[in-house]
């Protein structure tokens, strides 16, 4: 029994990390960088919204997805048949093409170390994430890397931090009083933290670990909230140390502001830490990529080792990660892609979780014996009313961007 017990929060755990990591990516790093650059201490307050919108949507749909024992897909499915392929297009789509850029993090970050160019850099680590995939026991690997990378930039940009001496009361007051709030930062931050593939990652994880039904809603919830505690930290720690910067009159270097903190804040030492940082979250989140787009494509009956989704598993990673480094290695960043299906990302949020919250009404899918918290479905709705028109004004914004 605590071995069983053991198992159960060492999957939960991984779970939580898979999605913190995934959540704070390259973009993240920039996106936050960028808009604390412009908003100052305004921009705790989107960063207050990111996290509670986090609550909702993960304790939401882990919940859901574990009780029903099913995957997203399948759960859509049997709402409305079809509905489950409209969702795992949505998602492997937008993780195909944000996966080009989770893979340039990588190789920007090795070029930062050590020297050697971005497309290198992004084929050296396409290498070690397939590497991480396909050995034995590959879930647990993934599981041990996303944590130890976690554990290298928590503490990282806690030193930044602390050389720093960010204004803490400036940054606490704005948070909750902000003089002026910018929309579109709060959805930029939204969407690209939670959107996606990112809010089904810990989900899908605790489904392969299996964590399902009633009895492991303990499990569940602990997985879900170390995972946006995780999350949620980073993101303070690194609008801390943007803010210190700025404080000190510092210009942020347009063109990569990221790294403007932190060589701002300790010279070459700091641009080095840079490198790392940003090696570390384009690996982890090109390894939530890689599983939950895969994990999407998965309609078997059972959890069958044999069955044909896990013996075309394999080639199917390969080819996620092969293409996505291929697109960056020849091509770059296909900007005028990444803004239209960025643009499109920002409606799978709302489109998936009101899914899954109508799914939870029905005892067909859920048990006749399940009844979702109501504070959980309320506050479920409200971010589906609020993303929606949040990615109708995204998709708006994007498709005018392009003519």
């Given amino acids: 029994m605590v071995k069983k017990k053991n198992i159960a929060f060492n999957v939960a755990m991984g779970a939580a990390f898979l999605m913190a990591m995934s959540a704070v990516g390259p973009g993240f790093l920039t996106q936050t960088a960028a808009f ?3 908003l100052g201490a305004d921009f705790g307050f989107a960063i207050l919204i990111c996290i509670l919108v986090d609550i909702g949507v993960q304790l939401n749909i882990w919940r859901i997805i574990c009780v029903s024992g099913k995957k997203a897909q399948t759960v859509a499915n049997e709402l409305v048949p079809g509905l489950g392929y409209l969702l795992t297009a949505l998602i492997v789509m937008g993780g195909l093409t944000f996966n080009i850029g989770n893979i340039g993090g ?7 170390l050590f020297g ?12 070690i994430a397939l590497v991480i995939f396909l050995v034995r026991n590959a879930l647990i690997v993934m599981d041990r890397t996303v944590q130890v990378l976690a554990v290298v930039k928590v503490l990282l940009i806690i030193f930044i931090v602390a050389i720093s001496s960010p204004p803490v009361g400036q940054a606490a007051l704005h948070t909750f009083v902000p003089s002026h709030i910018d929309f579109y930062s709060i959805v930029t931050i939204v969407g690209g933290t939670v959107g996606g593939y990112i809010s089904f990652s810990g989900g899908h994880r605790l489904l392969e670990g299996g964590l399902r039904g009633k009895e492991s809603i303990r499990y569940i919830n602990a997985g879900a909230l170390t995972g946006i505690g995780v999350a949620s930290i980073i993101r ?21 502001p990221a790294a403007s903190i932190f060589q701002s804040a300790a010279g070459n030492f700091g641009y080095k830490f840079f490198g790392l940082i940003l090696l570390a979250a384009g690996m982890t989140s090109t390894l939530g990529s890689t599983f939950t787009s895969v994990s999407f494509l998965d309609y078997s009956k059972s959890d069958d080792r044999n069955n044909f989704y896990h013996k075309l598993r394999p080639y199917l990673i390969i080819f996620f990660i092969v293409f996505s480094t291929a697109i960056f290695y020849f091509i770059g960043s296909p900007a005028k892609v990444l803004v239209m299906v960025g643009a499109i990302n920002g ?33 479920g709705w409200i971010i589906v009313v609020f ?17």
Avoid: C, D
């Fill in 36 to 38: 604390t650059g412009q």
């Fill in 106 to 112: 990588v190789g920007l970050g090795f070029n930062v």
């Fill in 116 to 127: 050697i160019s971005p497309e290198n850099g992004a084929l050296i680590g396409g290498a």
């Fill in 236 to 256: 303070i720690l690194l609008f801390l140390a943007a803010l210190a910067v700025i404080a000190e009159g510092y210009k942020l270097n347009p063109l990569n």
């Fill in 347 to 379: 409606l799978i949020l709302p489109i998936a979780l009101a899914i899954l919250l109508v799914a939870v009404t029905k005892k067909k899918i859920m048990g006749e014996l399940y009844k979702h918290p109501l504070w959980l479905t309320i506050f």
């Fill in 387 to 403: 993303m929606a028109y949040a990615g109708v004004q995204s998709v708006i914004k994007g498709f005018s961007s392009l003519f």
